[in-house]
């Protein structure tokens, strides 16, 4: 979508604007296909970075627009989130050394935006969900303050009448009710460009859904969202979810989702996709930028076709078909949506590397692959691959096979001709695949992330864990080391950075609670089996109303009463509380003056963890 500024399409003058605006873009476009104006060759690559910007504590740091007026260059844009930025690199040949180059590129640009954001006491972080995220980040609070978000977000809200249900079940289960498409910012990639010949546009598009379950695999980057491990690359999920605009339970069973693999092989032309796009999925908003296209073409120059873009720009498939101009030329091309930020630039430049090589290796079997696989078969692929990562087993050529032999026996020799087929340096070549082999046979970026975290756990609670998670993935990208030559940190792995020590690091949030009206009896027999020496009592939404501690218990151990005496009798409910944002020393400073052992910690009087002075 740009920067143009949009506006909701709801008046029905609009409406009948835009419609034939778009209608025309189609039309300029098909014309434009028939009269061989489309680029064919050299055929350019390209790519954008998304990254987080954090405190110098590694949580998600609320000052994007701030740091992109100091960074102050065209490659830079907004993202949702007022913690993401994005770089969009320049386009390059694909030849000779071409890789490495936008390997040099991205560095240079990565260093304009560390040295902008070291002034302001902030750092940039390249990963597909940044673990420090909670929900409190989500919020609108949090949102860019720039139009077209928030027109966005009240579109979004109006067709869907309710709010947005995110459930991904991993190793973990996350269900949240939330209010916003804000949860799209918990979500970066390195989204890939590769240009596409219009005569094998179709062929190729197929191609490079055949081939996304394993590419995704290896390039897995995101199993953890707010301290959970949910699935390799949890963005498939969220971003599915989070932008899901369909009403009704009719629609969500019928209707394709505006995030989605697709339901099927293409088989018409490069014109039949953005046809059948526009007859899928409504449009949502319209702009000011708006052009006869058709009457452009008749001018001798060359239209950018906003409105089609503008449609496109709000249907997300993992591979989407994207129209553009550069150097007065319009040319089309595939964009790879799919693959996530990080672990490290030279990992991302490697799976840019992978997924070209195996597009251009396409063996001649497979140009027609429509008639080859069963399309459930790539799809199934793709959300195997996004569960499992590297432990997915594939369909292929009609048998089952293992991630590691798909990738190594048929996949990366593909990518080695795919290369130098295009002319592609073997430097180039040598450098990048070798990295995504070697990554075969140790881990990838997920994998690094779950090994490590749950090392962490093992000696710390679960903030404390996720800060130095990620603030070893920091160190990491500084050095610009490829995941399978980094060791999976230790569960004594600590950070040289100062990181303040709060009650949300040492709290425990694994705790049992009852309510007024339960018995005595039975919190005496749940403190005992549990070792617990208070124990909160909760209501509702987990409103902390009151606190039994074990001294207030020990009268009724042999008392038959105990049986029909409730909770609420006993319970204290002049409580002293602690919020999580608080230093620790504060936490033990007022445990010391009330001569406590335990503090319930609570959010807006919902109780949502319990320190202890073993904690501290």
């Given at each position: 979508m740009g920067n143009q500024n949009v506006i909701k399409l709801n008046k029905k003058e609009d409406k009948s604007e835009y419609f034939h605006r778009l209608i025309k873009d189609i039309n300029a476009l098909e014309e434009m296909i028939q009269q061989d104006l489309i680029e064919k060759s050299p055929i350019r690559i390209g790519a954008e970075q998304e990254f987080f910007i954090v405190t110098n504590e590694f949580l998600p740091n609320n000052n994007a627009v701030e740091l992109l007026k100091e960074i102050n260059d065209g490659h830079f844009t907004t993202e949702i989130g007022n913690f993401n930025l994005e770089i969009n690199l320049d386009p390059i040949e694909l030849k000779g050394d071409c890789f490495s180059q936008m390997h040099r590129d991205l560095s240079a640009m990565l260093d304009k935006a560390k040295n902008e954001a070291a002034k302001r006491n902030s750092k940039i972080i390249l990963t597909g969900i940044l673990p420090t995220l909670t929900q409190k980040h989500i919020t609108l609070d949090n949102m860019t303050n720039v139009q077209r978000y928030f027109v966005l977000n009240e579109v979004a809200k109006e067709l869907r009448a309710q709010d947005f249900n995110i459930h991904i079940r991993g190793v973990d289960e996350l269900t949240i009710l939330h209010d916003s498409v804000m949860l799209e910012g918990c979500n970066t990639s390195f989204q890939m460009h590769l240009q596409i010949d219009p005569d094998d546009f179709t062929a190729s598009y197929n191609w490079s859904q055949a081939i996304a379950g394993p590419i995704l695999g290896i390039c897995s980057n995101s199993p953890l969202l707010f301290g959970k491990?949910?699935?390799?690359?949890?963005?498939?999920?969220?971003?599915?979810?989070?932008?899901?605009?369909?009403?009704?339970?009719?629609?969500?069973?019928?209707?394709?989702?505006?995030?989605?693999?697709?339901?099927?092989?293409?088989?018409?032309?490069?014109?039949?996709?953005?046809?059948?796009?526009?007859?899928?999925?409504?449009?949502?908003?319209?702009s000011d930028m708006l052009e006869d296209s058709t009457e452009v073409l008749k001018q001798g120059e060359i239209p950018k076709l906003h409105a089609l873009n503008l449609h496109n720009g709000t249907v997300y498939r993992w591979n989407r078909t994207c129209y553009g101009v550069g150097g007065g030329k319009p040319h089309l091309r595939i964009e790879n949506r799919y693959i996530p930020a990080g672990p490290t630039q030279i990992d991302q430049i490697a799976n840019m590397v992978f997924w070209i090589g195996v597009m251009k290796g396409r063996p001649e079997k497979y140009y027609n692959i429509h008639e080859e696989m069963d399309f459930k078969d790539a799809k199934s692929n793709f959300y195997h691959a996004a569960r499992n990562g590297m432990g997915a087993q594939f369909k292929w050529d009609g048998k089952e096979v293992s991630s590691k032999r798909l990738i190594l026996d048929v996949f990366l020799p593909m990518a080695y001709e795919g290369l130098r087929k295009a002319g592609v340096s073997e430097n180039d070549i040598t450098t990048y695949l070798s990295i995504i082999e070697k990554r075969v046979n140790s881990h990838s970026g997920s994998e690094w992330t779950i090994k490590s975290y749950r090392n962490l756990l093992t000696t710390k609670k679960r903030n404390e864990s996720l800060q130095v998670l990620a603030a070893n993935i920091f160190l990491n990208q500084e050095n610009d080391t490829p995941v399978s030559d980094l060791e999976i940190l230790e569960p004594s792995a600590?950070?040289?950075?100062?990181?303040?020590?709060?009650?949300?690091?040492?709290?425990?949030?694994?705790?049992?609670?009852?309510?007024?009206?339960?018995?005595?009896?039975?919190?005496?027999?749940?403190?005992?089996?549990?070792?617990?020496?208070?124990?909160?009592?909760?209501?509702?939404?987990?409103?902390?109303?009151?606190?039994?501690?074990?001294?207030?218990?020990?009268?009724?151990?042999?008392?038959?009463?105990?049986?029909?005496?409730?909770?609420?009798?006993?319970?204290?409910?002049?409580?002293?509380?602690?919020?999580?944002?608080k230093n620790v020393d504060e936490a033990k400073e007022l445990m010391k003056l009330h001569n406590f052992n335990s503090l319930p910690v609570v959010k807006d009087n919902k109780l949502v963890g319990i320190v202890t002075s073993k904690d501290i």
């Open positions: 491990e949910l699935w390799s690359e949890t963005r498939i999920a969220l971003f599915t979810q989070s932008v899901d605009i369909r009403a009704s339970s009719y629609l969500l069973n019928e209707a394709q989702p505006r995030v989605s693999f697709d339901n099927g092989w293409q088989t018409g032309t490069v014109i039949d996709i953005f046809k059948d796009n526009v007859a899928r999925f409504k449009s949502l908003v319209t600590t950070t040289t950075f100062d990181i303040e020590k709060k009650v949300h690091h040492v709290m425990s949030t694994d705790i049992f609670s009852v309510e007024e009206k339960d018995s005595l009896e039975l919190v005496l027999y749940i403190m005992k089996w549990k070792k617990i020496h208070h124990m909160p009592v909760t209501k509702g939404d987990n409103e902390l109303v009151g606190l039994l501690s074990w001294k207030d218990l020990v009268p009724y151990f042999d008392n038959d009463e105990i049986k029909s005496i409730a909770v609420k009798k006993l319970m204290k409910i002049d409580l002293i509380t602690i919020s999580q944002d």
